[in-house]
């Protein structure tokens, strides 16, 4: 009998395991626009695969999400921004709002960061 319970303990694990890491997908979110130099900022509430231009940015919002097991915890969301006066993207990523600075733009004039996603 405890080899069952053990059995079934361990095989129940990696289930648990799952939903807590699961992440779903919301159908928009927001993020900051900064203009370094002006010190204007703007939120933009974005929905998925929307695109906005601000300054000489434009944002794409690919995906937004939020934990599964706690929405309210923390948010991330996949963008492409590009810099209108150059051919390639200036970021295309994940980006997490409870951490700007883990992956981030770099760039001399803008700063963009993710602040929630909207369910």
Do not use: E, N
């Amino acid at each position: 009998m405890k080899r069952l319970c053990l059995a079934l303990a361990l095989l129940a694990t990696p289930v648990a395991a799952q939903d807590v890491d699961r992440a779903v997908s919301q159908s928009g979110g927001t993020v900051r626009w900064l203009d370094k130099v002006t010190g204007a900022t703007t939120d933009l509430s974005m929905s998925r695969g929307q695109t906005v231009t601000q300054g000489f940015l434009t944002i794409q919002m690919d995906d937004c999400r939020v934990p599964a097991a706690d929405p309210s915890s923390d948010a991330y969301a996949h963008l492409t921004i590009m810099d209108t006066r150059v051919a390639t993207p200036v970021f295309s990523g994940w980006m997490i709002a409870s951490s700007p600075a883990l992956s981030a733009l770099d760039h001399p004039r803008y700063d963009v960061w993710v602040l929630d996603c909207d369910g």
